[in-house]
């Protein structure tokens, strides 16, 4: 099997990580707090910055610095409640084995979550409740990393007090290029150094895709600059917020479309997100007026395309949610705009909650009294009546008992 | 080569006291029987588990390990009759387990192995063990469940005593030491546990009816039981809680 050179360079310790020289410093600082006696006031940090530029690694080579084992939890586990709970909860709190048979007490761990705006969206099953708990509770230093420091902390203050919060920015590519040529020589592989110089702007501050590209690259005898432009220009993944801006404040309608193109998300999910942010942008009543017409008429080409799984209609939906929401302003407005999740989504994953609740419930009253959905209705009476006893007869949480006394 | 007959009751116990560690788990078969050593994914418990070949009706293994996805073993026993002997035997060509009852025959994929922890058991010398009736126990876990997620169990030389604080309630229940099969302590000890694992525990040990307990100051608990009418073997071992 070939080494992934990803894995096989990781960096050890955290002064071997490429740049980012204040956030490393700031990771030091708030780590060598836990050697004391007090635990530190925040227990979390949050990571933040563009993929590839050495967060998760920086968070790996820090533990190794302190001597810290790590809990992960990976991208690819489950993000709901249990998961999260059941995992870095149980970690946080309580003692752990080594696996080589060792038993040390208080010992300490981080517990890394690592892609943890991940937990958004749709999928989000009481994922931030969960990470908002365990760093509550935690006894342990607790690492989130994330592309997105605001979409995270939007969706719980309690997880910006919570936490200290580190920004990566992209390393420069002299750091990068000589990353890359320690790794030449390691490998022993022959490059030029205006290649790897090359090799690094490319990369955009992506050390990752660099040293993918590396790995490529020299499979063939030597590297120069002729096999590195054979490579073309790397696209790079923008983040959401990015395009959004690029598609309410470009002029032109082929940036609108190319930008969404640059970006890995599916165009109804993109439409929600335009949706929500149209009248955030846009000011004026006729510009409003005119950016819902295309959100509109996208709306049913998507509609369409998926009645009719003719997905060639995408392409007409993209451009009208894209370029013609672009050209339905007069001009571009000036400033920053603070652009917002998606509220259908957020009301979607409520009532999912409730749904879930509401189950939850019926399976106790079934267990207590018999015939549960169709006694829910009567508890419910009697729950508004007389909380505590409901609560008491049915174990319920508080959180099911507001929804019977509520609903 | 592994081929074996099994009553359902015994491979469920198998399963039962596994399953609550971990979700695939890799048997170690050999000519004395089937063991596994398991850590649980996040460090805070381990199993040991010991079956002797004559627990099974018939028994013949090389030496070699096979990784069982536990759930889906649970799954083929949902479907066994308290009067069935269960075949496994192990198709090399195909690497699938085979296993056959009455007329049924489910046969599945095995998990590398390769990929899956070896965890070693540490020896960890406990000053307080204790000897009791695990279904009083278990009322005792259950009453805790109701006011606590973690239990404080604690031993003197007079008894065995295990607490439960919530916010509000609380639960206790004390087993003075003549009601006790066995205890040995030379001092007070106590530790404190997360109650998800502690009661899967003692809930796995309804196998046998006695259960045995180790126990240290805020260190591992050690809990032992026979599974397979003596046959078989299980020490689980329990991290605590962090104090503080």
Partial sequence: MIDDWCEKYRPKALNEVVGNKQGKERLMEWAGAWKGREKPQKKGVIISGNPGIGKTSAALALANDMGWEVVELNASDKRDYESINGIAGVGAVNETFGIDGSFVPKKKRLILLDEADNLFG?????????????????????????????????????LRNLTLQVDFRRPT??????????????????????????????????????IRDLQLLALSPKIDDENV?????????????????????????????????????????????????????????????????????????????????????????????????????????QGFTRYRFPSYLK????????????????????????????????????????????????????????????? | MFRSE???????????????????????????????????????????????????????????????????????????TPSDVITLHLDE??????????????????????????PKIPDIELPAIVVMDGEELERGIKAAENVSDHVIISMDNESFELRAEGDTDSVDLKIPNDLLLDLKCDKRVKS?????????????????????????VDYPVKIEFDIAGGKGHVLYLLAPRIPG
């Fill in chain 2, 192 to 216: 404190i546990f997360a109650l998800s694992y502690f009661s899967n525990m003692i809930r796995a040990a309804r196998a046998s009816k006695v259960v045995k307990i180790g126990l240290g």
């Fill in chain 1, 229 to 333: 432009l054979s490579l073309g220009g790397r696209d790079r993944e923008e983040d959401l917020f990015r395009v959004l801006a690029k598609v309410f404040k470009s002029n032109t309608a082929q940036e609108a479309r190319t930008a969404f193109q640059s970006l890995d998300e599916a165009p109804d999910h993109f439409l929600l997100w335009i949706d929500e942010n149209l009248p955030i942008e846009y000011k004026k009543p006729a510009d409003m007026y005119r950016g819902f017409y295309f959100v509109s008429r996208s709306d049913l080409f998507l509609n369409r395309s998926a009645k009719r799984q003719a997905y060639v209609l995408w392409s007409y939906a993209i451009d009208l949610m894209t370029a013609g929401v672009a050209s339905a302003k007069e001009k571009p407005y």
């Fill in chain 2, 93 to 118: 060509e195909s690497n699938r387990l085979i296993l056959n009852m009455g007329n049924l025959m489910r046969s599945m994929s095995l998990l590398d192995t390769r990929h899956m922890t070896d």
């Fill in chain 1, 347 to 407: 009301k979607m994953s409520l009532a999912r909650k409730d749904r879930g609740l509401r189950s939850d419930i019926v399976k106790k009253i079934d267990e207590v009294w018999g015939r549960g959905s169709k006694n829910l209705d009567l508890v419910k009476e009697i729950a508004k009546k007389d909380p505590e006893t409901v609560a008491r007869k049915l174990d319920l949480g508080d959180e099911e008992l507001s929804f019977l006394v509520k609903g």
């Fill in chain 1, 122 to 158: 749709r999928e989000d099953r009481g994922g931030v409740r969960a990470i908002v708990e365990v760093l509550r509770k935690s006894q342990q230093p607790i690492i989130l990393v994330v592309n997105d420091y605001y979409s995270l902390v939007s969706r719980s203050g309690a």
């Fill in chain 1, 173 to 210: 590519k002299r750091g990068i290029a000589n990353l890359l040529a320690k790794i030449c020589e390691f490998e022993g592989v022959e490059a030029d150094e205006g290649a790897l110089t090359l090799l690094a702007e490319n990369c955009k501050g992506d050390i990752r895709s660099a």
């Fill in chain 2, 6 to 80: 099994v009553k359902p009751a015994v491979l469920r116990q198998v399963v039962d006291t596994v399953s609550i560690i971990v979700g695939e788990g890799k048997f170690r078969v050999n000519q004395d029987g089937m063991s596994l050593k398991s850590v649980d994914p996040t460090h805070v418990a381990m199993v040991d588990l010991e079956l002797n070949r004559s627990a099974f009706e018939s028994f013949e293994a090389d030496d070699q390990e096979l990784g069982i996805d536990i759930e889906k073993l649970k799954n083929v026993l949902r479907s066994a």
